[in-house]
């Protein structure tokens, strides 16, 4: 059900709701002070809080496409996607407070360059402004056992925002906290794989996009200030087993064959490690998660064949290859190096 009439917009932000309310009250008036060129979409996954109630009592002015079932981010925004015509969707999410002119610097650079499919800008935390948030930073990548980081976070360390990345870079994935894509690219590349429920859904499309010869971008002159852990807390089991669960199916889908014999068992060796390390020194269900992930991975093995067989795997390369060539968690935990910037430079890759 929609209460927008269908009509082509320019841009059109869309924010994905469930159970909400509160951040709806909180930050969807950001939303509508600071974007006053875009057409603003609320998907509602079915809440059973007041979420609606509010959203077309105290918002009117905002569209709301109401969905029959909760299917998680991925089937949420395909499902509310399909009733939105734009040429660019901005996919934010419901704890983030946007700034005055947060929009122009990437739609600008995304206008310029038709090779660009997606984008991000600057997330900040907004309970430390000044730090960078765990849910994209400073523009996202992976290494070269798919372990996603970011500039600005490597795994659960933070950096002060000092404007080192106040600047226009392509990276590997732009976070699904806020994410700028053209619509005719996710209309012929996407949709989100809704078998990952959440977490890594848009690493699994940037990874499509990067195989197709597009750009992925960062732009620092955008800063948007996220809550993060809304849905999921960072130390809840649900979430470390659709983590590991999903960066396993995504190495899969998308490695090339080569790859995925050399590096698959490489990357569940140091799962298992981390399992061990969860259950003897933080938490025993945490552990439990990962081995439930593994399980359920190797369940999906068949659905995620027929999904590695549509994709066309490439070796992401050319004048600048996205993938950093070397191992972050060796570089985190081996070397102890925090900061993005520390890392050892990558030959293959423009930093």
Not at 184 to 207: R, S
């Amino acid at each position: 059900m929609t209460w927008a009439e269908c009509s082509m917009d320019k841009i059109a932000i869309a924010i994905l709701n469930f159970n909400g309310s509160g951040f709806l009250k909180k930050f969807l008036p950001s939303v509508i002070e600071n974007s006053p060129e875009a057409t603003i979409y609320v998907i509602d996954n079915k809440s059973t809080d007041d979420s609606v109630e509010v959203l077309l009592a105290q918002f009117p002015a905002v569209n709301a496409i109401l969905l029959d079932s909760n299917g998680g981010y991925s089937q949420g925004y395909n499902e509310g996607l399909k009733q939105i015509e734009a040429e660019y969707y901005v996919l934010l999410n419901s704890d983030v407070e946007v700034t005055p002119n947060w929009l122009q610097p990437i739609i600008t650079m995304m206008d310029a360059d038709e090779t660009i499919a997606a984008a991000q800008p600057k997330i900040l935390s907004y309970h430390e402004k000044d730090s960078f948030e765990y849910a994209g930073a400073g523009g996202g990548f992976i290494d070269t056992l798919g372990y996603p980081f970011c500039r600005g976070r490597l795994f659960l360390s933070l950096e002060k925002d000092e404007g080192q990345y106040d600047d226009v870079h392509r990276i590997f994935w732009a976070t699904g906290a806020c994410m700028f894509v053209r619509a005719k690219h996710f209309k012929q590349h996407g949709p989100l794989d809704e078998d990952f429920f959440a977490h890594m859904e848009e690493i699994d499309l940037c990874w499509r996009l990067n195989n197709a010869g597009l750009k992925v971008m960062y732009n620092g002159h955008s800063a948007v200030y996220h809550v993060g852990g809304g849905t999921l807390h960072k130390s809840n089991p649900r979430k470390t087993y659709l983590n590991f669960r999903n960066g396993l199916a995504l190495l899969y889908k998308n490695y090339l064959r080569w790859e995925l014999w050399i590096k698959l068992p490489i990357r569940l060796m140091l799962d298992i490690v981390a399992c061990i390390k969860f259950m003897l020194f933080d938490s025993f269900s945490d552990g439990l998660a990962v081995l439930k992930a593994h399980y359920h991975f190797l369940l999906d093995l068949p659905s995620n064949y027929k999904k590695r067989k549509r994709i066309n795997q490439r070796v992401v390369g050319g004048e600048y290859a996205p993938i950093y060539r070397k191992s972050v968690v060796l570089e985190y935990f081996i070397k102890q190096r925090k900061k993005y910037r520390e890392l050892t430079p990558d030959s293959s890759n423009t930093r």
